[in-house]
């Protein structure tokens, strides 16, 4: 029998399938970016990146390069849905 899918695999994959949505829509992406970095998801360098690109969509695709684990792309879920919770309906 196989394994049921975790939390962590739904919330990573509600994350792939709305890439393109949340480039779009999200606009506040530093506060992401600032938790992210408080979490030991993306390093220091990525987030000197996403800070010096001006356009939100531009950060968005800087933030998603480096959502490159289940765990990563998880925790960007949960961290859009506190900051940001409209986003995920």
Do not use: G
């Amino acid at each position: 029998p196989s394994s049921p899918v975790s939390d962590e695999q739904k919330d990573a994959t509600w994350v792939d399938s709305n890439r393109a949505e949340l480039i779009q829509s999200v606009t506040l992406v530093m506060p992401i970016a600032d938790q992210m970095l408080k979490r030991r998801i993306i390093h220091k360098e990525t987030y000197d990146q996403i800070w010096t690109t001006s356009k939100s969509q531009d950060q968005m695709r800087e933030l998603f390069k480096a959502l490159n684990s289940t765990t990563a792309k998880a925790t960007f879920y949960r961290i859009l849905r506190e900051t940001q919770p409209k986003t995920c309906e």
